[in-house]
């Protein structure tokens, strides 16, 4: 799940970034109206969280260009306006859901599972494939019932394969959902984590797709 945050303030950006990404979001940062729309053209997020006081374009025009632009998936804005025309006029530029400044971070991540269940990308909070259970709010991953851990990265390459079965992912597009866009990322890093991720899985769990990605494929331990 990736999520396109515009904030301008430095140190509240970097604390949902911190938090997001500990439970489990894909982030990437903006702190500009501009920046964000090109953002959108280029490489559109599943979830917009937008602040309304940005320096250059005022948070409502990015939305409604945003609309216009055809991004249709769900915004989130986050501000300190709490008056309810301020609210009023948020929804009605076409955002999903409105959170006033100061708010607890909690109540940001129920809003985006809630917002990413309403988008559909999540189904169900356990994804179950043979005997592997991820549980996507607890963040937890099981193997036959017994708990295993890893790390964040590994989490969420297990997540992206576990919730796209039978689809073969190419290195490319499990780069894009690990990282920020414009994060570098070194060219092995995702045959590094699938290495260890193998070995924590059951055999043969993660299929290779020679010179194309990996997949991970329904009853992969049936005959
Ligand atoms: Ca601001």
């Given at each position: 799940m990736q999520v396109l945050l515009v904030e301008d303030n430095v140190p509240l950006a970097q604390a949902i970034v911190r938090a997001l990404r500990a439970a489990g979001f894909s982030v990437n940062h903006v702190d500009r109206g501009d920046t964000a729309l090109g953002?959108?053209?280029s490489n559109a997020p599943d979830i917009?969280?937008?602040d309304l006081g940005l320096p250059d374009i005022d948070g409502l025009e990015v939305l409604r260009s945003a609309r216009r632009q055809r991004f249709s998936n769900p915004v989130l804005i986050l501000t300190a306006r709490d008056k309810t025309p301020d609210k009023v006029a948020g929804l009605d530029s076409g955002a999903d859901d409105y959170l006033a400044k100061p708010f607890e971070m909690s109540e940001l991540?129920?809003?985006?599972?809630?917002?990413e269940r309403r988008l559909g990308s999540v189904k169900s909070k356990n994804i179950e494939i043979g005997p592997v259970s991820l549980d996507t709010?607890?963040?937890?991953v099981t193997v036959a019932g017994e708990a295993i851990t890893m790390s964040r990265r590994e989490y969420m390459l297990?997540?992206?394969l576990m919730e796209s079965t039978n689809k073969v992912q190419t290195r490319d597009m499990l780069d894009s959902k690990l990282y920020g866009w414009g994060e570098e990322v070194s060219s092995?890093?995702?045959?590094?984590?699938i290495h260890n991720l193998r070995k924590k899985l059951p055999a043969d769990f993660i299929q290779t797709v020679r010179g194309v990605g990996y997949v991970i494929r329904k009853g992969p331990l049936e005959p």
């Open positions: 953002v959108l053209r917009m969280i937008l991540l129920a809003r985006l599972r809630a917002l709010h607890s963040l937890e297990l997540k992206a092995n890093t995702v045959e590094v984590h």
